[in-house]
């Protein structure tokens, strides 16, 4: 809040600067009239008296019956298209071959493998399913009273048991390096002996 001193001044300023602008308007007024009083130069224009505007320029009231007309005409354009798309759509529905029987039941889901509509969901998901496999018990066969276990819990029982022997299955042939074929890929070679 401005003390009152301050306000005084503020006044006294506001004041001086009304009377400025009183005094520019006064100026110009008196500059527009002498102006206006002026006589053009050269030749004199004839004035009638009784004439103050031109008679044919536009009138209000046919304006205003235009900008009528102009709302009118548009209202009654809409209205006639609606009735035409209306009739259009009915005409079609009645022409077009009934919908095949697919149509019936819907858009049906093209076969696998798809297109991913979001590849990062679904990454999400198949992790948030490989962790929960990889870090709890759960029944691999019931039956047989097989059980999947958490795989920490797994490498801790390998470690302390060891990997059991394995045996060869009976088909399992071998061969020595120098008779190698194709399917092993050693024609004709001698594999180098493991260090």
Do not use: C
Not at 110 to 122: K, M, S, V, Y
């Amino acid at each position: 809040m401005p003390k009152p001193e301050q306000r005084g001044r503020m006044w006294g300023l506001l004041r001086h600067l009304m009377g400025d602008v009183h005094d520019a308007g006064v100026s110009v007024t008196h500059a527009a009239h002498e102006i206006a009083n002026a006589e053009p130069p050269g030749p004199a224009v004839p004035l009638h008296s009784e004439v103050h505007f031109e008679h044919s320029d536009i009138s209000a009231r046919g304006t205003v019956i235009a900008g009528y007309g102009v709302l009118v005409g548009t209202g009654i354009i809409v209205a006639l298209l609606y009735l035409y798309f209306s009739f259009l759509s009915n005409y079609r529905a009645r022409l077009s071959p009934p919908p095949l029987a697919i149509e019936a039941h819907g858009n049906p889901m093209p076969p696998e493998p798809r297109i991913q509509n979001a590849p990062r969901l679904d990454l999400e998901g198949q992790r948030a399913f490989e962790n929960s496999v990889l870090n709890k018990y759960w029944w691999v066969d019931r039956q047989k009273g097989v059980v999947g276990i958490p795989i920490e819990r797994a490498m801790e029982m390998l470690v302390q048991r060891g990997i059991p022997p394995q045996t060869a299955p009976p088909e399992l042939k071998l061969f020595p390096p120098q008779t190698g074929d194709r399917s092993v890929g050693f024609v004709g070679k001698v594999a180098p002996e493991p260090r």
